[in-house]
């Protein structure tokens, strides 16, 4: 038949073959127009009300036999009106397990030899809980609204999300995200690769969604690990290899309000903005942030530093198992000091690292020295102590900070193995220069800490 037509019907489906009981199907408008083994179909019809207010349907097929449903190609097009998405399970498959979902829904799906070949979703759904892959535990959300696609690949998986908005049971709203992700198996000799992109991601409702969605086990652990936060615009990120240590990767990002945890020799930040550009081996990160916040486990007793602005340079590069970061042109201001920096700092995997650091301070409050005092292991117990103890106030002009060599020769008593200068300008300092004696206050003059002397 070149065409069949039926108006206003009433059918009732009954499919024997999944031993479901029978649909009915109510007002229904239904074509077919055959060409050849090309089959279009039109459908729209009001089920049960317990499913929803009605259904339309449209597929473009290609396939000779209902009897061989593995010959078939082709695309379809379904959409639900105030449904239950739980209660179509009986009589259609998703392709992820859903266990319940009230609201709307279009659905754009392409088939290949009889088997999904990718989907496009346009969801605007409440009370949703879905298991997207079997190995993951099942996502229970408030409500979630926008599109969301998959695509099986010959050897991995697309997968992405446009202006995507997501409230879970539990946790932080994902609002008006773009996102896509892809990812191939290992083959032979060539490992496992992936890349994301993304127009605008909200990172820590991403993360805490992470162990919910398809992404590798290792990017998963990553993520956790990191606990990032914030906004990435214009983000690029592609890897190739085991997630973290035998990967290759680029990437390149616009942020906003960024923050990570400190790992392994990186350290951590809080509310940065800037952008990023990075591979395996190196990377460079521009800076303009207000009310930041830097975390070095690895330099100060009190890790995390409170700046109200920071701007500037920094680049890293990695070789060997050890890690050189380098500065420029940074600018740094709180309550506490203001100034400059630049230099490098080098750590090759043991010790306490190599530093050439010049450093400019507009002002710094010597009350809360201490603060920015490296660890003993880095400048010594002894020198610590006693300029923890003995600089208790006092304000600083034009201080000038000049330190280069290796940190476990720090004071650098020998000038062959390196070099320490602090030369500043101070009035109404306070110095208790040894205990049991009295404190010197009032002072105003020049300081100057050379080596191993004041």
């Known amino acids: 038949q070149r065409e069949i037509v039926i108006r206003n019907a009433e059918i009732e489906w009954l499919d024997e073959l999944r031993g479901a009981p029978p649909l009915a199907l109510r007002s229904l408008q239904f074509r077919l127009r055959n060409f050849g083994e090309v089959h279009r ?31 078939w190609n082709g695309r379809v097009y379904a959409e639900l009106g105030a449904t239950d998405l739980a209660g179509w399970r009986t009589w259609f498959d998703y ?48 409500s979630v609204a926008g599109r969301v696609q998959g695509r099986q690949t010959e050897h991995g998986y697309e997968f992405g999300v446009r202006r995507l908005a997501m409230v879970p049971e539990s946790g932080p709203a994902m609002r008006d995200t773009t996102f896509r992700a892809s990812w191939e198996a290992a083959r032979g ?57 035998a990967a290759r ?80 042109r940074l ?52 020198t610590r102590n006693w300029l923890a103890g003995a600089i208790q106030g006092g304000q600083a002009s034009d201080t000038r900070l000049r330190l280069r060599g290796a940190l476990r020769d720090f004071p650098f008593r020998d000038p062959a193995k390196g070099e320490f200068q602090v030369v500043a300008q101070v009035r109404d300092a306070t110095l208790a220069f040894a205990q049991g004696w009295p404190a010197v206050e009032d002072i105003d003059g020049e300081l100057l800490f050379e080596r191993d002397r004041m």
């Open 189 to 245: 000799a060539q490992p496992p690769r992936g890349a994301v992109s993304a127009d605008l991601v909200e990172l820590l409702p991403l993360a805490r969604l992470a162990e919910f969605l398809p992404f590798p086990a290792d990017l998963r652990k990553l993520l956790a690990e990191l606990a990032p936060r914030g906004r990435l615009l214009a983000a690029n990120f592609e890897w190739s290899g085991e997630l973290p240590d």
């Open 41 to 71: 179909i039109g459908l729209s019809a009001r089920p049960p009300r317990e499913l929803g207010s009605g259904v339309e349907l449209r597929a473009s097929l290609v396939g000779r036999s209902v009897t061989q449903p593995g010959a």
């Open 249 to 328: 990767f680029s990437s390149r990002a616009r942020f906003e309000g960024l923050s990570m945890s400190a790992w392994r020799a990186i350290p951590g930040f809080a509310n940065l903005s800037g952008r990023v550009e990075a591979t395996e081996s190196r990377g460079n990160l521009s800076l303009a942030s207000q009310n930041s916040e830097i975390d070095l486990p690895r330099v100060f007793p009190e890790p995390r530093i409170r700046l109200a602005s920071l701007s500037g340079e920094v680049g890293w590069e990695r070789a060997a198992g050890g890690l050189t970061v380098r500065l420029a």
């Open 95 to 142: 392709p992820v397990e859903v266990t319940s979902g009230q609201g709307a829904l279009r659905v754009w799906v392409t088939f290949g030899a009889g088997k999904l070949v990718d989907g496009t979703a346009d969801l605007a759904l409440a009370g949703v809980v879905a298991r997207l892959d079997a190995d993951l535990p099942p996502l229970r959300l408030a």
């Open 331 to 382: 600018a740094f201001a709180n309550a506490d000091l203001a100034g400059t920096a630049s230099g490098s700092y080098t750590y090759a995997g043991e010790g306490p690292g190599s530093i050439d650091l010049a450093a400019l301070l507009n002002r710094a409050n010597g009350a809360h020295l201490q603060r920015y005092l490296p660890l003993a292991s880095i400048m010594g117990e002894k």
